[in-house]
T-cell receptor
Framework: DTGVSQDPRHKITKRGQNVTFRCDPI?????LYWYRQTLGQGPEFLTY????????KSRLLSDRFSAERPKGSFSTLEIQRTEQGDSAMYLC?????????????FGDGTRLSIL | QKEVEQDPGPLSVPEGAIVSLNCTYS??????FMWYRQYSRKGPELLMY????GNKEDGRFTAQVDKSSKYISLFIRDSQPSDSATYLC???????????FGQGTRLTINP
């Protein structure tokens, strides 16, 4: 399967704990995106990378959130000191800059539940 | 006002019906338009994308864009129970990578 891969699929943690999610994009895609989706809503943009550079961050991405893509391949999203409001589906997507305005392809997400 | 408005439904139709799903948007800078399908507990799956006003057809699916009215539609012909899912419109500006999504319309096709 050469689609976007996310791990873990589901994470349950207690409030105040730190969590880290991983995303492996489609192999030839140099752009990688993180979105957050809450129940009954569409995904909301969090941040995006082109290769290893983080080029845009949403106001939704508070100081407790950090994303990295150290070698321009996989990416991690860390949430520190989790809060109840962080419970959501965290989606990763990738695309290529080889041609303009290429569509984004999504993984199946990591569902975060805060107890 | 949200940048993209989409009727959340739910929408329930009999098998074989033609389904029309719609979104409106407020920012005339939006230049490319996508429709995604999302099954429960799965990620959004790309169905259609287009950059121009007019119609684009792919099998049973037709995407329609009217930039003058800031209105986009997805039509599904000969709907099947397997089409039951949430449909999301997503819109982006030229050169920008952030997609703005509608709320999603939950669709059920009844056998």
């Amino acid at each position: 399967d050469t689609g976007v891969s996310q791990d873990p699929r589901h994470k349950i943690t207690k409030r105040g704990q730190n969590v880290t999610f991983r995303c492996d994009p489609i192999s030839e895609h140099n752009r990688l995106y993180w979105y957050r989706q809450t129940l009954g809503q569409g995904p909301e943009f969090l941040t995006y990378f082109q290769n290893e550079a983080q080029l845009e961050k949403s106001r939704l991405l508070s100081d407790r959130f950090s994303a990295e893509r150290p070698k321009g391949s996989f990416s991690t999203l860390e949430i520190q000191r989790t809060e109840q409001g962080d419970s959501a589906m965290y989606l990763c997507a990738s695309s290529t800059s080889r041609f303009s305005n290429q569509p984004q392809h999504f993984g199946d997400g990591t569902r975060l539940s805060i107890l | 006002q949200k940048e993209v408005e989409q009727d959340p439904g739910p929408l329930s139709v009999p098998e074989g019906a033609i389904v029309s799903l719609n979104c409106t948007y407020s920012n005339s800078a939006f230049q490319y338009f996508m429709w995604y399908r999302q099954y429960s507990r799965k990620g959004p799956e790309l169905l259609m994308y287009t950059y121009s006003s007019g119609n684009k057809e792919d099998g049973r699916f037709t995407a329609q864009v009217d930039k003058s009215s800031k209105y986009i539609s997805l039509f599904i012909r000969d709907s099947q129970p397997s089409d039951s899912a949430t449909y999301l419109c997503a819109i982006g500006t030229q050169g920008a990578q952030k997609l703005v999504f509608g709320q999603g319309t939950r669709l059920t096709i009844n056998p």
